[in-house]
C-alpha cells in the first residue's frame, strides 16, 4: 500500500489530508510541521505532500530529492525563486505542483483558457476570490492559477497584463488586462469566479468550496497518481488526463 507523508500536518489542509487517509484506508506515513527535521519523512513515505509555508519549501524538496521520494505541493504564496527550486527538484524526482488540488477546479482552468483563448481582447477578464480570514496570500493561489489560464489562451504572459490593485487608479480600463479582486472574511473555504465580459454580455464561471476534503481528496489522488511517474514537472491536468 502507498504510504503518504505530510509536510504541514497540523495545518488545515493537513488534517483534512489525515482524514481523508483514514477515511479510504490508506497508509499515512507521519507529518512533520515547523521545527521538525523533514527528512526521516522523505525517506519513509512513498509519496509527500506539502501544505505547509514557502519558507519550509526549500528544505522540503531537498528533503524528498535526496531520498528520491515524488512530492505535490500545494503550499500557495511562492515566488519566482521558490518555482527554480521546484525546476530543479523535478529533474530528479517527480513533482506535482498546483494553486489548488480540487478537480473541479482543474476543469475550471481549463474552461477560463478556452474561454479566454476564443474571446478577444475587447472581452474583459476580471477574477474574484473569497477566502476565510486566515489566509495570507492575495490573490490566492488558485486566482492566478486561473489568470494564468486566461493569460496562456490569449498567448500573453500573466505578468504583463496582471492588474492586482486598483486604488488609486484614474482612467478607463486598459484593454486585454486581467484583473484581480480578494475578498477576506469568516470562514469561507473558497470561492473562485472569472467574469469574461464583452459589449452587451457577459460569462462567468465559478467554482465554490464549500467543504475542505474536495482539496484533500484531490491532494491523495494526485499523490498516488504520482508514484508511478518518472522525474519532472506535473500539473493536475496531468492527473486528470486532460
Not at 495545518?11 to 527528512?39: F, Y
Not at 535526496?66 to 505541493?73: K, L, N, Y
Not at 488586462?177 to 473555504?189: D, E, K, M, N
Not at 467543504?211 to 518518472?230: E, H, N, S, Y
Amino acid at each position: 500500500m502507498t504510504s503518504i507523508g505530510i509536510y504541514g500536518s497540523m495545518g488545515r489542509m493537513g488534517v483534512a489530508i489525515q482524514d481523508i487517509l483514514a477515511v479510504e484506508g490508506l497508509a499515512h506515513a507521519g507529518g512533520v510541521d515547523a521545527g521538525d527535521d523533514p527528512v526521516p519523512l522523505a525517506r519513509a513515505a512513498d509519496a509527500l505532500v506539502d501544505f505547509s509555508a514557502p519558507v519550509a519549501l526549500e528544505a522540503h524538496l531537498a528533503a524528498a530529492r535526496d531520498a528520491g521520494t515524488p512530492i505535490v505541493i500545494g503550499t500557495t504564496g511562492l515566488s519566482p525563486a521558490h518555482h527554480a527550486l521546484i525546476d530543479t527538484a523535478a529533474r530528479d524526482i517527480a513533482v506535482l505542483q498546483t494553486g489548488n488540488t480540487a478537480l473541479g477546479v482543474v476543469l475550471l482552468t481549463r474552461l477560463v483558457r478556452e474561454a479566454a483563448a476564443r474571446l478577444g481582447p475587447e472581452w474583459d477578464i476580471e477574477i474574484v476570490e473569497a477566502h476565510h480570514r486566515h489566509k495570507l496570500d492575495a490573490p490566492s493561489g488558485t486566482a492566478l492559477m486561473l489568470g494564468e489560464a486566461a493569460a496562456a489562451g490569449r498567448g500573453v504572459s500573466l505578468a504583463d497584463v496582471r492588474v492586482a490593485d486598483r486604488a488609486g487608479l484614474s482612467g478607463a480600463r486598459a484593454e486585454g488586462t486581467i484583473g484581480f479582486a480578494s475578498l477576506r472574511g469568516g470562514s469561507i473555504v473558497g470561492d473562485h469566479s472569472v467574469m469574461l465580459a464583452g459589449a452587451g454580455e457577459q460569462i462567468e464561471l465559478t467554482h465554490r468550496a464549500g467543504d475542505r476534503a474536495i482539496f484533500a481528496r484531490g491532494a491523495v489522488k494526485a499523490a498516488l497518481w504520482l508514484v508511478d511517474q518518472p522525474a519532472g514537472r506535473y500539473s493536475m491536468d496531468a492527473v486528470l488526463g486532460l
